[in-house]
């Protein structure tokens, strides 16, 4: 075995990879790039190496840099992990010249399979099915139209280099032909370098099915059985599972042979996938291999009981496979789910920030969380956006299902936008729960994934308030603790400096809905009065955020996190952002507007509301202020019009600063 190996990637696959490398004894050199200094990735390895500025280009795509490092560190081999390099062939190639082991197949195996054209033909003449097509040298766009006119309607374009599911166009009659093609082959020149493409008849309704293959230097080659990916957004995997609903033993096995036998016909070494895509009628047909450890790797292992890294690192050391095709078996069911920063409302939009709460399931042998981040780490928009992924195992498929919507519930996420509420939907929708699986799936089931949003439950604006007083209380009673008089009542949160007549009283909103709950202090708690109805309510907030609340004699777990002035209340699976609102500064409070026509305090001019020029009533709302982790509300002083905004949105506003030329009339 190796003593030390340089990991050339970063994110969750570079961390999974030093944990088994640390379990097998072996030292691990971390590389990273200017925007990683403080990743997780280099936080974990033994050593780390800067391999250049935060563009990929410079960094985890830079070869010569990462040999240099390697070499420097005393590493004898590399592990590219998934994407970048792991599929290069020239960095393979460079890695021998350097007398170091690049932990992946032989460079043969990577040019065999690097081109989807090259590869089809090839498992042609090895007896691998194919779907049918065209996937020979002439480029001609008469040729392949007619090409696609024998194949018959509808036919898919795919870039013979591509990947990541970039590069494909569906072409459903001959008159659209010329112009998908044309666009096609701009995205394949602009992403891979490379304008040759393939054609295929496209299946409806087909299921992504892969298949793990491992082989050694001694010539043995087996396979860890199937994974389902066929759960897809635009081509791209989200859940992927093992193993795959409704697979028979007879089909598995020929699956499984074909995949063996693909990877015979290149003489593959190490850990590969090849993948098929299956009909309605369960008849296969091999689409692509993937010379890597996958992304979706971590569901085989959990079905398998097999650490994937283990085996590539022993293989790469030229020892045999651990163990032969009638010793691997599958228990139980495993499901995987990728958590992107992405906003599934603004069509899946990359999101970037800090994570300013991070709280994950705990991990068990039925839960196992994958990420390249913890609290208060940033996603960036350098890289592949991807917080983590979550697999879940149990003994079947339903309770494999039931595992993962608990612990989706338990994944709490606040800093950026993501994909977990619409995770949790995908797994509950009834076609994913009843395994009616193929990859049109997300698109049908679009009104379930994309309900109308939902007015939060009285109980999440219970907790929203409640999380605030208990707050107060807790920084009162800090205070007061630092005090020389720990009896004085300005110490306590009970009302009494605010209540001279007037309850005291907490604006949330949500979306276009504020509402103002009025708080009386009882003993042990508060009475909190929403929608004119009052709810006893006490609780207690516990480390990471976390509200246990007693409502009314109904006891509720919540996690509430404050950041900035946005509240954000995880409660039964869902989130519900609440912006807190300065009942001092809000509209129609009564009294307290008077002089506020100048910033409270420094902060940010978040919106502009009243129109210039506009008669408005006194106490409506004129622009709102983001400071002191609240939005305020500056209201007419009186009736009159606004002449001029001293400030734009987004602007930093000083304290005491005049924010308005308002004429009263
Ligand atoms: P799979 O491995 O299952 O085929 P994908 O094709 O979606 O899954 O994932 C691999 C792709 O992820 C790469 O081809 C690349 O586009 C992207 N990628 C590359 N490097 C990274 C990385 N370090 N972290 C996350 N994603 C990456
Ligand atoms: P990539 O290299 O981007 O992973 P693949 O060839 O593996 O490209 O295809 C990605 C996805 O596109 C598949 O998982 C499948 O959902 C869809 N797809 C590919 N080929 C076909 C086809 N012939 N018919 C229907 N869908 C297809
Ligand atoms: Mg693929």
Redesign the pocket.
């Known amino acids: 075995m190796f003593d030390t190996v340089l990991i050339a990637?970063?994110?969750?696959?570079a961390c999974r990879v030093i944990r088994t490398a640390r379990r097998l004894g072996v030292r691990t050199v971390a590389v990273y790039s200017d925007a990683d200094a403080t990743a997780r990735h280099v936080r974990l390895a033994d050593d780390a190496v800067c391999i250049g500025p935060a563009s990929a280009r410079e960094s985890y795509l830079n070869g010569e840099r990462i040999i240099a490092a390697a070499r420097a560190s005393g590493a004898q081999a590399i592990h590219p992990?998934?994407?970048?390099l792991s599929e290069n062939e020239q960095f393979a190639e460079a890695c021998a010249a350097s007398g170091l082991v690049f932990i992946g197949p032989p460079v043969a195996a990577i040019r065999a399979m690097g081109s989807k054209s090259a590869a089809k033909a090839l498992m042609e003449r090895a007896g691998v099915p194919l779907v049918p097509g065209y996937h020979g040298e002439n480029q001609d766009a008469g040729f392949l139209a007619a090409e696609s006119q024998r194949i018959g309607w509808p036919v898919l374009i795919k870039a013979s280099a591509g990947?990541?599911?970039k590069g494909m166009r569906i072409v459903r009659s001959a008159g659209e032909f010329a112009a998908a093609l044309a666009s096609c082959r701009r995205e394949a020149a602009a992403s891979f370098g490379d304008d040759r493409v393939l054609i295929e008849k496209y299946l409806e309704r087909p299921r992504h099915i892969e298949m793990q293959v491992f082989g050694d230097t001694l010539g043995n080659v087996v396979h860890l059985f199937e994974r389902d990916?066929s759960v897809q957004r635009r081509h791209?995997?989200v859940l992927e599972e093992a193993p795959a609903p409704g697979m028979t033993a007879t089909r598995r096995a020929a699956m499984g042979k074909a995949a063996v036998d693909a990877a015979k016909a290149v003489g593959y070494v190490g850990a590969g996938t090849v993948e098929f895509i299956v009909g309605a009628d369960g008849t296969f047909h091999f689409m692509e291999m993937?010379t890597r450890l996958?992304?979706?790797h971590p569901v085989t292992e959990m079905i398998t009981g097999l650490d994937l890294v283990e085996w590539q690192l022993r293989v790469a050391a030229g020892e045999p496979l651990p163990l032969a095709q009638e010793q691997l078996a599958i228990r139980g069911h495993a499901i995987e789910a990728r958590i992107y920063a992405e906003d599934p409302d603004k069509g899946f939009l990359p999101s970037t920030g800090r994570l300013l709460h991070l709280s994950t399931p705990a991990e068990s042998l039925h839960v196992r969380v994958d990420t390249g981040v913890e609290e208060g780490d940033e996603i960036t928009p350098h890289?592949?956006p991807?917080i983590a992924k979550l697999i879940v195992r149990d003994d079947t498929r339903e309770r494999a299902c039931a595992r993962m919507l608990q612990a989706l519930a338990q994944y709490r996420v606040v800093g950026v936008a993501n994909n977990i509420e619409f995770l949790s939907r995908l797994v509950a929708c009834p076609a994913f729960a009843q395994a009616d699986l193929d990859t049109g799936l997300i698109e049908r089931e679009h009104d379930f994934l994309f309900p109308a949003t939902t007015e939060p439950p009285r109980e999440a604006w219970l907790s929203a308030a409640l999380a605030e007083l208990l707050r107060e209380q807790a920084a009162a009673d800090a205070a007061a603790r630092l005090d020389a008089d720990p009896h004085s009542p300005w110490h306590h949160r009970d009302g009494w400096r605010v209540n001279l007549g007037a309850p005291r009283r907490l604006t949330f909103r949500s979306g276009d809905v504020a509402k103002t709950m009025s708080v009386a202090y009882v003993d042990a708690g508060y009475r909190l009065e929403v929608d004119g109805q009052a709810t006893a309510a006490h609780g207690e907030m516990l480390p990471g955020s976390q509200l246990r609340a007693d409502f009314g004699g109904n006891r509720t777990a919540a996690t509430v996190v404050a950041a900035n002035e946005r509240r954000h209340v995880f409660l039964h699976g869902h989130c519900y952002v609440f912006a807190a609102i300065d009942p001092l500064y809000h509209a129609g409070e009564g009294g307290g507007a008077e002089g506020g026509m100048t910033a409270p305090m420094p902060g940010k001019v978040i919106a502009l509301v009243a129109k210039i020029g506009v008669r408005v009533e006194k106490g409506a709302p004129l622009l709102i202020l983001e400071a002191m982790k609240m939005e305020h509300t500056i209201c007419a002083p009186a009736t009159g019009t606004v002449k001029a905004f001293r400030y734009a949105v987004g602007e930093q506003v000083t304290d005491g600063a005049e924010l308005v030329d308002f004429e009263a009339k």
């Open positions: 990637n970063r994110g969750e696959i992990g998934y994407g970048f990947g990541g599911g990916c791209q995997k993937n996958q992304v979706e890289y592949d991807m």
